[in-house]
């Protein structure tokens, strides 16, 4: 126990009032952060209805005539993941923002079940994500890919970008790679845009060098898609005949991946210090990726430097001799 005279004095007091200003103000950060926790795991709330079904594997439905409850397999196209969706970009959103307001009556009706989605840049088009995410260029780059040409109003933005998961993510080859194997390594998906055999993804590259280096650490896109400057994310799809299969379009000093992939990495890299090879050469190979103009002009400075002085040592010996 502290001493009368000690709590009595200003020291105490200046110690306890800083207490309480402490106290007061770590109280409102920390109700704010529970606020925030709890916003997130109520983010479905409003979806209640939906969720109770298409988030689990099996659900309940009523004969009106009997009065029995069936109990069903949800479609796997029909199930959404809550713990995925609560982390997607889409995650604010109620079901009824996109689907129609027919789905509100269960059973489903056929009018609600043949409904017309409609497509990103219904929504993402003319505002503020709009024109960070740049849509519009990204939607005409998307209407001259072979996506587009070849399959018309049956390929949806939908088709890669699942609504109830996607997220902005940094851009990484796994990830940019499972929207393009969600199709083609899986048959039931492909024959939903074309009724014919899925060709072998394996197979089909077997005349790539090291195939499963490029497959583990280059994106699809980076042979299969025309590069647009203006977004970060190519769309344009190539027909396969105009894949790149040159080496050199890629392992050379002028390599194509700086204009892809390592684009907006390499930027980052180049303003602080130069360097390019930060975000390449992690487990890419690129010749030429790690030139510096800076670190290239010094080396020439001191190889000039020691032939001068392997020069002027030759030249004293040779005089001195005489």
């Known amino acids: ?7 009595c004095s200003p020291i105490a007091f200046f110690l306890a009032f800083f207490i309480a200003i402490i ?63 609560k982390k997607s970009n889409h995650r604010s959103f109620q079901c009824t923002n996109c689907h129609s307001i027919e789905f509100k009556k269960f059973p489903h009706s056929e009018k609600a079940l043949l409904e017309e989605i ?11 994500i709009a024109e960070k995410y740049k849509f519009d260029l990204i939607d005409e780059d998307f209407q001259k890919s072979v996506h587009a040409t070849k399959h018309s109003e049956n390929f ?44 072998n993804i394996i197979e089909k590259h077997e005349w790539l060098p090291n195939q499963q280096a490029h497959l583990q650490n280059v994106r699809c896109i980076e042979c299969h898609a025309r590069v647009n400057d203006s977004i970060l994310v190519a769309h344009n799809i ?39 090879n930060a975000a ?12 510096n103009y800076y670190l290239n002009v010094a080396s020439v ?8 002085g392997i020069a002027i040592h030759i030249i004293l010996r040779t005089t001195l001799k005489k």
């Not at 892809?260 to 130069?274: A, E, P, W």
Request: glycine share 6%.
């Open 1 to 7: 126990m502290l001493p009368k005279k000690l709590l």
């Open 23 to 85: 106290g007061i103000s770590f109280v409102p950060a920390q109700v704010s952060e529970i606020n925030a926790q709890k916003s997130k795991s109520d983010s479905l709330t409003g979806n209640a209805f939906c969720i109770q079904c298409h988030g689990n594997i099996y659900y309940g439905l009523k004969n009106p005539e009997t009065g029995k409850i069936h109990r069903k397999m949800m479609s796997i196209n029909g199930r959404i993941d809550p713990t995925v969706f």
């Open 118 to 128: 409609g497509s990103c840049i219904d929504c993402h088009s003319g505002d503020s």
């Open 156 to 199: 949806t933005c939908w088709m890669c970008h699942e609504a109830h998961s996607y997220k902005v993510n940094a851009t990484t080859v796994e990830y940019d790679n499972s929207m393009c194997l969600s199709c083609h390594a899986n048959a039931n998906k492909y024959n939903l845009i074309l009724n014919k055999s899925n060709p």
């Open 238 to 276: 190539q027909p396969k005949a105009k894949a790149v299969k040159l080496c050199v379009e890629c392992h050379s000093t002028n390599s194509l991946l700086k204009q892809t992939l390592y684009k907006y990495q390499s930027r980052v890299q180049i303003s602080r210090n130069g360097y390019f």
């Open 280 to 291: 390449i050469l992690n487990k890419s190979y690129v010749i030429g990726a790690n030139r």
């Open 301 to 308: 400075v001191i190889l000039l430097i020691v032939i001068g």
